[in-house]
């Protein structure tokens, strides 16, 4: 089944990844949260992660444009 997805349909879905993530950090921020803890941890990751996700699509987006 996860083959039977096109390149756009699987971007929707790492676009809406992105936006859980930037949710899920943003509730994350609303709580503080003691340095050297694993939920601390699991803030950096998934901050890690939306960020890499971002650059990923900008790199996307400026390959598109120069085609």
Do not use: C
Not at 23 to 36: A, D, R, S, Y
């Amino acid at each position: 089944m996860k083959g039977e997805h096109d390149a756009e349909t699987r971007l929707a879905y790492a676009e809406n990844l992105v936006r859980a993530l930037q949710i899920l950090n943003w509730q994350f921020v609303q709580e503080p949260i003691k340095h050297g803890t694993e939920l601390a941890a699991l803030r950096s990751a998934i901050i890690g992660i939306g960020d890499a996700l971002e650059a990923i699509f900008a790199e996307m987006d400026a390959q598109e444009r120069a085609a």
